[in-house]
T-cell receptor, first 111, second 114 residues
Framework: GEDVEQSLFLSVREGDSSVINCTYT??????LYWYKQEPGAGLQLLTY?????DMKQDQRLTVLLNKKDKHLSLRIADTQTGDSAIYFC???????????FGGGTRVLVKP | DTAVSQTPKYLVTQMGNDKSIKCEQN?????MYWYKQDSKKFLKIMFS???????INETVPNRFSPKSPDKAHLNLHINSLELGDSAVYFC?????????????FGQGTRLTVV
């Protein structure tokens, strides 16, 4: 079946690194995604990783994928107050297929 | 230019009414989606259309009827609204032949049924 789980909340100091974790159950997922949702806004695609990769880096964002444990993480370096938002992990299959989302991790960045 | 736009942004209506939410994308994508986000922020797919053809229809009451007049539009009509329909509805689009479900989302329509 499809199930994606995330921790609910993360508090971090400005300038520190944030690590948001996600576990998924569907091993056939082709791609895994991270989305950001700011208050009252839609979802913004931050980054994604192909399932045969272990790591992907994109500026301040680093995605790590442990396919054996079905564990995905998003590291945000030098976290800023503008990074405060809800972060959703999602798994997807073939192109045009649906995304299955985790429950979201609310990140609060303290000055 | 807004890539995926939904109207209205807010919708307050009484139980039993029928309402529609419109969605348009100018990205040239061939696949469009409706997702529902509940009060606990859980997001779940409702429908997906590819080239105007319904390809995903999750367990959604048949009071919800999507309509895709063309590839750039996917509207959602809801009959006999119930209190439990209150949620934020997100439209999204993606390109089916890109190998990923790299979906772009609209700003959402917050529906409140009173």
């Amino acid at each position: 079946g499809e199930d994606v789980e995330q921790s609910l909340f993360l508090s971090v100091r400005e300038g520190d690194s944030s690590v948001i974790n996600c576990t998924y159950t569907d091993s056939s997922s082709t791609y895994l995604y991270w989305y950001k949702q700011e208050p009252g806004a839609g979802l913004q695609l931050l980054t994604y990783i192909f399932s045969n990769m272990d790591m992907k880096q994109d500026q301040r964002l680093t995605v790590l994928l442990n396919k054996k444990d079905k564990h995905l993480s998003l590291r945000i370096a030098d976290t800023q107050t503008g990074d405060s938002a809800i972060y959703f992990c999602a798994q997807g299959g073939a192109a045009g297929n649906k995304l299955t989302f985790g429950g979201g991790t609310r990140v609060l960045v303290k000055p | 230019d807004t890539a995926v736009s939904q109207t209205p942004k807010y919708l307050v209506t009484q139980m039993g009414n029928d309402k529609s939410i419109k969605c348009e994308q100018n990205l040239g994508h061939d696949t469009m989606y409706w997702y529902k986000q509940d009060s606990k922020k859980f997001l779940k797919i409702m429908f997906s259309y590819n080239n105007k053809e319904l390809i995903i229809n999750e367990t959604v009451p048949n009071r919800f009827s999507p309509k895709s007049p063309d590839k750039a539009h996917l509207n959602l009509h809801i009959n006999s609204l119930e209190l439990g329909d209150s949620a934020v509805y997100f439209c999204a689009s993606s390109h089916a032949d890109r190998g990923t479900t790299e979906a772009f989302f609209g700003q959402g329509t917050r529906l409140t049924v009173v």
